[in-house]
């Protein structure tokens, strides 16, 4: 059975960083890209990033870029997103999902990580 | 590519068919997908435009589509299907979804 389970949420300042995480199982952690969505409280769905098998591809959410850092370790089957510079419209609960790199989708999804960004 | 759903909000009763729409802001072939999100829980996915269907969904739920129209229909609406749903465009990097639609009583 596939399993994403995110951690690492919760409150920080304005300013500061986070360090989410997603530990995968049920599935060949290292065949797979890997993507970043999160979703703001009573919003839609947000991409943030992407990353390729071995590490060496990634795209992001243009608006995104330079703050957060998508990453992998294929020995430990962990994803992470390193999150800098914090503001307020950063908070969301952040979900880590399995991408089918054939067809674009995203097939399987953690329950979620909830950071909130707040004085 | 922007992704337009519609309508964001349906009112509609057991058994009723329910379509949804998404529009592409450019063709983005058979590049979508479709997610159900319950309040609460994460997204799951239900099917590509391609018709690759996720293990377990019913078959009630159909997909169609190419280019820059899509349809999401449910042919006779059940309880457990009231839910927010999403389309989301495969194409090209940044992943873009739609504003989603609520399926409400």
């Known amino acids: 059975e596939v399993q994403l389970v995110e951690s690492g949420g919760g409150l920080v300042q304005p300013g500061g960083s986070l360090r989410l995480s997603c530990a995968a199982s049920?599935?060949?952690?290292?065949?797979?890209?890997m993507s970043w969505v999160r979703q703001a409280p009573g919003k839609g769905l947000e991409w943030v990033a992407n990353?390729?098998?071995?590490?060496?591809?990634?795209y992001y959410l243009d608006s995104l870029k330079g703050r957060f850092t998508i990453s992998r370790d294929n020995a430990k089957n962990s994803l992470y997103l390193q999150m800098n510079s914090l503001r307020a419209e950063d908070t969301a609960v952040y979900y880590c999902?399995?991408?089918?790199?054939?067809?674009?989708?995203?097939?399987?999804w953690g329950q979620g990580t909830l950071v909130s960004v707040s004085s | 590519i922007q992704m337009t759903q519609s309508p964001s909000s349906v009112s509609a009763s057991v058994g009723d068919r329910v379509t949804i729409t998404c529009r592409a802001s450019?063709?983005?072939?058979?590049?979508l997908a479709w997610y159900q999100q319950k309040p609460g829980k994460a997204p799951k996915f239900l099917m590509s435009?391609?018709?690759s269907f996720q293990s377990g969904v019913p078959s009630r739920f159909s997909g169609s589509g190419y280019g820059t129209d899509f349809t999401l229909t449910i042919s006779s609406l059940q309880p457990e299907d009231f839910a927010t749903y999403y389309c989301?465009?495969?194409?090209?990097?940044?992943?873009?979804f739609g504003g989603g639609t609520r399926v409400e009583i």
């Open positions: 999902a399995r991408y089918s790199e054939s067809s674009g989708y995203l097939d399987y």
């Open positions: 049920g599935f060949t952690f290292s065949s797979y890209w």
């Open positions: 990353i390729r098998q071995g590490g060496s591809e990634k």
């Open positions: 450019q063709g983005i072939v058979s590049y």
């Open positions: 435009a391609a018709s």
């Open positions: 989301q465009q495969a194409n090209s990097f940044p992943l873009t």
